[in-house]
T-cell receptor, first 113, second 116 residues
Framework: LAKTTQPISMDSYEGQEVNITCSHNNIATNDYITWYQQFPSQGPRFIIQGYKTKVTNEVASLFIPADRKSSTLSLPRVSLSDTAVYYCLVGDPAVSGTYKYIFGTGTRLKVLA | NAGVTQTPKFQVLKTGQSMTLQCAQDMNHEYMSWYRQDPGMGLRLIHYSVGAGITDQGEVPNGYNVSRSTTEDFPLRLLSAAPSQTSVYFC???????????????FGSGTRLTVV
């Protein structure tokens, strides 16, 4: 079972860098790691995805160590609008041979002024 | 605009009634899923599909049926609504079921269902 574990909540101040780590000890060899952001009353929104090492896009960076048992989402210089719940997601192999995607509890980030 | 469209946005049902939540995507995505999210909680997988004609159960499939007759549509049917099914339902799709080319989910805006 590719269960993910994240901190339940984090607080940060505006302008700071925020790092959220997710552990996924049983990740499949060829599986990607994906992070999502969810605001209240909205569906999750894709942030970033990676397989190994480091990935960067216009909103975040994703760090994945060589053993791939964890990943860290890095949000540079957060603002109040980054207050949201952040989820990491990996595939869970199903008996049928397919993958299903089960969300963990997510990390509730609160950015303070 | 391209994306995942869910209808209706809001629905109130009486206990025992049945209904179908609609989900359609126009991105030619193979992989589609249904999740429910209870207030203040995370998302739980109900059913998913890896392509037309192929569906499988998620974490909480009881009380729900799905079918996938076309690539575009993935309706979720509540067989006999119960108050415990009061939740927000999200449909999501992804471009590939190939584990080496997964580009992540696109989510719909959700259906808020209340069962009284």
């Amino acid at each position: 079972l590719a269960k993910t574990t994240q901190p339940i909540s984090m607080d940060s101040y505006e302008g700071q860098e925020v790092n959220i780590t997710c552990s996924h000890n049983n990740i499949a060899t060829n599986d990607y790691i994906t992070w999502y952001q969810q605001f209240p009353s909205q569906g999750p929104r894709f942030i970033i995805q990676g397989y190994k090492t480091k990935v960067t896009n216009e909103v975040a960076s994703l760090f994945i160590p060589a053993d791939r048992k964890s990943s860290t989402l890095s949000l540079p210089r957060v603002s109040l609008s980054d207050t949201a719940v952040y989820y990491c997601l990996v595939g869970d192999p199903a008996v049928s041979g397919t993958y299903k995607y089960i969300f963990g509890t997510g990390t509730r980030l609160k950015v303070l002024a | 605009n391209a994306g995942v469209t869910q209808t209706p946005k809001f629905q109130v049902l009486k206990t025992g009634q049945s209904m179908t939540l609609q989900c359609a995507q126009d991105m030619n995505h193979e992989y589609m899923s249904w999740y429910r999210q209870d207030p203040g909680m995370g998302l739980r997988l109900i059913h998913y599909s890896v392509g037309a004609g192929i569906t499988d159960q998620g974490e909480v499939p009881n009380g729900y049926n799905v079918s996938r007759s076309t690539t575009e549509d993935f309706p979720l049917r509540l067989l006999s609504a119960a108050p415990s099914q009061t939740s927000v339902y999200f449909c999501a799709s992804s471009s590939s079921i190939n584990r080496d080319r997964d580009y992540g989910y696109t989510f719909g805006s959700g259906t808020r269902l209340t069962v009284v």
